[in-house]
């Protein structure tokens, strides 16, 4: 019932800058925390940054003055737009909301989105 679709991933030189996207379509009531999430292989998967409904953010220290996490509560779509991009960013990036949908439970770790491929060259 619940969709979230991330887009705007691909390869970029060390330096370089990438946007995502993240739209969250269906059975919506309201959505509360939104956040970006990545995975590299072999690594656990990290908090990267989050906004509230309010746009209070979260970022990890390693992309601080580096990424700004935003959202258009207007489009359900929340975005991370990624600048000075270093060869450890190289990820996959998922997109994770707390999203009330009536007449179902919440689920504890929110949904999530199928992940879109960072890369970044050296």
């Known amino acids: 019932q619940v969709q979230l679709v991330e887009s705007g991933g691909g390869l970029v030189q060390a330096g370089g800058s990438l946007r995502l996207s993240c739209a969250a379509s269906?059975?919506?009531?309201?959505?509360?925390?939104m956040g970006w999430y990545r995975q590299a292989p072999g690594k656990q998967r990290e908090l990267v940054a989050n906004i509230t409904r309010g746009s209070s953010t979260y970022y990890a220290d390693s992309v601080k003055g580096r990424f700004t996490i935003s959202r258009d509560n207007a489009l359900n779509t929340a975005y991370l737009q990624m600048n000075s991009l270093k060869p450890e960013d190289t990820a996959v990036y998922y997109c994770n909301a707390d999203v009330w949908v009536l007449g179902t439970a919440r689920p504890p770790d929110g949904y999530w989105g199928q992940g879109t491929q960072v890369t970044v060259s050296s």
């Open positions: 269906g059975s919506i009531f309201i959505i509360n925390t």
